[in-house]
């Protein structure tokens, strides 16, 4: 499953309206990559606290933001090297946070196992962004090429998380000493279930866009001789 570039427009077509909305309460597109940003903050917070369902939901909301900045940039003409810079360094900074607050929140239940699958997950997600802003930046891809280059790009990463996150809170633990039960709680083996999709499938997407560009390098070797 890969998210296009016609899908991925399409979707934040859907959202012009609102953000054209903010644009005239004036919000600029900087103003809401940072409002996003402080959401997730907020939601990550929330986690840390062991508030899963809550902080899922606001993690979310602040996920959704990313949409809104880029699309009202387009909309308005205001788009800019500078505001990509900022969209894509916050989001990057708002995903390890909330990552962080995971780890930490799991530690306080006492699931090691689970806070350790956080940290993996968070990992193969950076390498993920990494792998994307590291080809662009050398000429491969250009644009939002590499953006629908994988299985799980942000987008995949933050519902799954929101689902993983939600149904913890919904379930619930135990915490403290009756973590040492055997039995896995359920809310637990749903959040591990996600953090492992989430971590596998950055894993695939990470060589996936490897082999992307190792393609692209060989085609424009092969052009270079044929020249």
């Known amino acids: 499953m890969t998210i296009s570039n016609e899908s991925r427009g399409r979707i934040k077509k859907v959202f012009e309206p609102i953000a054209l909305g903010m644009g005239r309460l004036g ?5 809401l990559t ?16 062991m508030q899963w369902l809550p902080g899922g939901i606001v993690v979310f909301i602040g996920g959704v933001f990313d949409m809104f900045d880029g699309t009202l940039a387009r909309a308005t003409g205001k788009v800019s090297k500078l505001g990509a810079f900022m969209d894509s ?7 390890v946070i909330v ?5 930490s929140g799991l530690q306080l239940t006492g699931y090691i196992d689970a806070a350790a699958l956080a940290a993996a997950a968070m990992g193969a997600a950076v390498m993920v962004s990494y792998t994307r802003s590291k080809a662009e930046g050398l000429g491969f891809s250009p644009g939002t090429g590499m953006a629908a280059v994988g299985v799980m790009p942000r987008e995949v990463r933050l519902v799954i998380l929101t689902i993983g996150l939600v149904l913890l809170g919904a379930f619930g633990i135990n915490v403290g000493p009756d973590w040492q039960n055997p039995e896995t709680p359920l809310g637990i083996l749903c959040i591990e279930i996600a953090l492992a999709i989430i971590t596998i499938g950055s894993i695939i997407t990470v060589i996936q866009r490897i082999l992307h560009v190792r393609s692209q390098a060989r085609s424009a070797a092969t052009t270079t001789t044929t020249d």
């Open 99 to 103: 990552y962080i607050g995971i780890v």
């Open 27 to 31: 919000l600029t597109p900087d103003g």
């Open 34 to 49: 940072l409002i996003g940003f402080a959401i997730t903050v907020v939601g990550a917070v929330l986690i840390q606290g």
């Open 89 to 95: 360094v916050f989001d990057r900074a708002g995903e």
